[in-house]
């Protein structure tokens, strides 16, 4: 193709990588379109694993794949690596924050979420998210160094705050993290450290709610809170973090104090969106404000979809969740095509694909449509769905080898404190020369 | 073993887990003493294939091995997390940076090397090790964002600066590396960057001596260079950087300068140990001096071995390499059992074993004793003894499966720009929020 001819076909600018811009540019792949996706990120993070890179199951490697890959087959579609600084919708345009200029015809926001922390500044300080890639890295090289450290440390109350382990958010993120990590401590680490007293780690999960998993039918949140206590979860529902005050003392609502090194932070997200001129309409939660067509209230050539805009379902926003983005994109894929064709544009219809959440080894929980799987067959359930969306052939198999490797041998093989930079321990690990 | 009994076996420390502290603390594994191995990472680093993470094709874990896990089954090896600030050897204790404390009867210090910038500062602040893990994980980000910057960048000059790679040091580790990155560059890289003219990357590698490889017989030197140039490496012997000066311009001795965002040092290493009450004896390159049975000059309990050392051949020290620190490692267990037994110590005895490196696909060079090996052959015996000395089956097994991949579909599949921190880059990797 030409360049004239290139410039003549109208220009789709994506931004974000995520589960609803990925799906919106490879919708548009191959058709009469110019399409350049913007991410910060030169990967796509699939996302419900990333519990396991922080449970030291996977390698980032197989929960993230290059944009460039994905889409390396596609001659209409590009991918740039950027921050987006803001957006001119009058001028048609968005500037990175380094002053690169992306021109568009049209636009389709799709920058995501990122760990909310509801304004606790003490709590933001002291706690890893699990949303993005750092996130995971870190937290898996914090909990491995949590065990080294309490074995170097001699007083007790000390070392039990470096074996205790805080999960705020009884969503699947929280529930599926705080069970990973039970089995980490219950079936592998025992082994490595034979000098220290495993079983004393605790890992408390903490839900503000009456129950887990609030958005699954309620028989399977109760069902869930029990298979977590068998596997030695300390659950403690109506429950609030306030605060963290010095020395990682972790204040709750009820006034009870909790010593822990560890507070992991998975009690909500906030959507992302780069400043615009006008300014974005937005709800009260910060998602974008979109009409029933994910047109963005007061623009006609603005989408915005996921996690970062409220697209409405009975006048209610849509879960901020892969299967809802995904949809999304296809959705503003296809409707951009037919503007392309001089069609008008169609509303979005969300068809509810169900939820499911696993809960460890042999237990998960689905809810689809009118049926509940719970135990084994809601564990296979979610194995298969995950394997089916993980992107990639290889990946897929490398996957599968991993989880049945670590059925029967109860094995989590990247146990590595390795960083590309010092991590966040009280021990140093500079090097000393002579 | 109670705890009486542990008490009454003599005490060996092991400082660092290196090929020389691990073969050590292996080879005392299920002995009449009881092995306490410190090292300031929870892992053993495959160290001869960190350019294969540097270049994408292999994942941290592959080449990085928890040392509890290799560890795990021997009761009376031990394992601590924690850098060694100074030994006393009067008091016969070690004392960590955190004030933990360390006693023995027998010390083996194994604490390795690191990069060495012979003291120019502007090189140690512009480049890029390739030593340890997190040296491997910031270069391979580095280097992927290279790609990623030049595409945005519309300055030819400052373009070609972000494309433009310099690889210091003939030796193994530079002669691997320089050709894993042509190869990264020629044959994986165009794919994923269409609209970047890829061709227009060089990859520089300078040496200060006369020929590439100097501690090979001759010819295996001019093969490489020329496999190497074949490749498109520009081999510039007899060439030294002398300093890098503002905005990446870096300066070799004979007054030219090449803009290069990427320097990659791997002209040499220096011995690391840590301070001592009366200090080391120490040669004019900083190694620990021993005598024939190893032991630290002065000291009748105190080993050194692999490259903090200078162990002697025939009046000159040995090379700093890993099959070197591992028959020490080797010598000096038995030597301890040796000791406990009452038998008097023995002098090291070096064995040859050989030199042999990679250049890419295909193209490898291996002097073991009158025998030179070049080519694909050379390749091959290269590929076989990393394998085989690789530690654990399933990493040996998914190394050789990543290496067959990637040999029929010229991939590297592990091409994320991920940390656990914010990147070198000059592109912002915040998040901005509502």
Known sequence: MSAAERTARPRVLVLGGGFGGLQCARKLAGKPVDVLLVDRNNYHLFTPLLYQVASSLLNPSEISFPLRHILRRQNNVRVRRAEIARIDFA??????????????????????AETNFYGIESVQRASFGLKDLPDGMAL??????????????????????WLTF??????????????????????????????????????????????LLYEFPPELGDYTRRALERRGVEVRLGARVTGVDGDRAVRLADGDVISAQTLIWAAGVKPVAPATE???????????????????RGQDRVFAIGDAAAALLDGKPLAMMAPQAMQAGRHVAAQILRAVEGAPLEPFRYRDKGVMATI????????VGPLRLKG??????????HLYFLIGFRNRLIVMSRWTYN???LDRPVRLIASSAPSKSRRTVSSSSP
């Open 376 to 385: 084994f067959i809601g564990w296979i359930a979610w194995l298969v769905i």
């Open 166 to 211: 805080l999960v705020v958010g009884g969503g699947p993120t929280g529930v599926e993290y705080a069970g990973a990590l039970c089995e980490l401590f219950r079936l592998v680490l025992p082994a490595d450290f034979p000098d220290l007293d495993v079983r004393r780690s605790r890992v408390i999960l903490v839900e503000a709610l009456d129950r």
């Open 407 to 409: 059925y029967f041998r």
């Open 360 to 367: 460890g080894r042999s237990a998960g929980v689905a809810a």
């Open 140 to 161: 898996r090289n914090h909990v491995l160094d949590c065990f080294e450290s309490a074995l170097l440390e001699t007083e007790p109350e000390a070392r039990q705050a």
């Open 91 to 112: 001028e048609g345009r968005a500037i990175g924050a380094d002053g690169d200029v992306f021109e568009y015809d049209w636009l389709v926001i799709a920058t995501g």
């Open 278 to 296: 006008p300014p974005l309409p937005r709800t009260r939660q910060g998602r974008i404000e979109v009409d029933e067509r994910l047109l963005v």
